[in-house]
């Protein structure tokens, strides 16, 4: 089966500093893979790359087998879409929920706006009460919950998920990433997630890459990192960093 998405030796450069440093990666359709790492080890700028975000100098980016150029068009979006950490950042204050979800849809043509919006604020279980609400008297598990619905609405075959809980109170976090793997399940999406929170990775991902100064230090299935069954320090550092881990030792 062609691969969802499929990066070789990608390379991004800010200015003369190298973010990213000849990464390659292969996520097949419907898995969900992780990248985790310290701060500034270019987990966002692997995202932000395949999103057309980024400065890519060099390597390739393949989705569903397709090469993408140098920028994005409309139908990268319909097969591609980023949700970001910040619900507050992402979502305009100054928009109702149907207008934010309105949005895509003209940008795209779609005719049947009206069962479709309704159906994304079903799907992320918010439904049809918070139609018409500004942003702004969302919680952040709400915002979070729309910006979902306006990241799938276009019904795209891969999330990019920079952080997609981390903005959350623990109780939201659980509620809103097991909406993420419910509506994985039910449309069969691929993921590509970061997360600081290694026990997130653990649970949500299958496969995941370790990275540091923008280049990949080690390759893991998540049962390798739930034993903690790594070859790196580095990893293994990241493990007794993460504080979860350090309470189920
Ligand atoms: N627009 C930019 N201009 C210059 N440098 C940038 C830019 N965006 C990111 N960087 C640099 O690229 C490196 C990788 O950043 P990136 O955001 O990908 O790290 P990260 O692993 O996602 O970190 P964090 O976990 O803190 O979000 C960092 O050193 C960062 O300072």
């Known amino acids: 089966m062609t691969p969802a998405l499929s990066?070789?030796?990608?390379?991004?450069?800010?200015?003369d500093f190298i973010a990213l440093k000849d990464v390659s990666l292969t996520v097949s359709q419907g898995e969900s893979f992780g990248l985790v790492g310290e701060s500034g080890s270019?987990?966002?700028?692997?995202?932000?790359?395949?999103?057309g975000l980024a400065p890519v100098a060099s390597g390739t980016?393949?989705?569903?087998?397709?090469r993408l150029g140098k920028t994005r068009d409309k139908a990268f979006y319909r097969q591609v879409q980023m949700v970001f950490q910040d619900p507050y950042g992402s979502l305009h204050p100054r928009q109702t929920v149907d207008?934010?979800?309105?949005?895509?849809?003209?940008i795209h043509g779609f005719a049947d706006t009206e069962k479709r919006i309704q159906r994304a604020l079903d799907e992320v279980g918010l439904g049809s009460g918070f139609r018409f609400r500004y942003s702004h008297q969302l919680s952040g598990g709400q915002r979070q919950r729309v910006a979902i619905a306006r990241a799938l609405i276009l019904e795209p075959s891969v999330l990019l998920l920079d952080e997609p809980?981390?903005?959350?109170?623990?109780?939201?976090?659980a509620e809103v990433l097991n909406l993420l793997e419910q509506v994985r399940r039910d449309r069969k999406l691929t993921f590509v997630m970061v997360s600081h929170d290694l026990g997130v990775i653990t649970h949500m991902c299958e496969r995941l890459?370790?990275?540091?100064?923008g280049q990949e230090v080690e390759r893991l299935d998540a049962v390798d990192l739930?034993?903690?069954?790594?070859?790196?320090?580095?990893?293994?550092?990241?493990?007794?960093?993460?504080?979860?881990?350090?309470?189920?030792?």
């Open 7 to 15: 990066i070789d030796k990608l390379r991004v450069v800010y200015d």
């Open 42 to 51: 270019g987990k966002s700028t692997l995202l932000r790359a395949v999103a």
């Open 61 to 66: 980016i393949d989705v569903a087998g397709k």
């Open 99 to 106: 207008r934010l979800l309105l949005e895509p849809l003209d």
């Open 165 to 173: 809980t981390s903005a959350l109170d623990a109780s939201v976090q």
């Open 209 to 213: 890459m370790v990275m540091q100064g």
């Open 226 to 249: 739930a034993t903690r069954n790594v070859a790196q320090t580095y990893t293994r550092n990241l493990l007794v960093a993460s504080e979860g881990f350090v309470r189920d030792a």
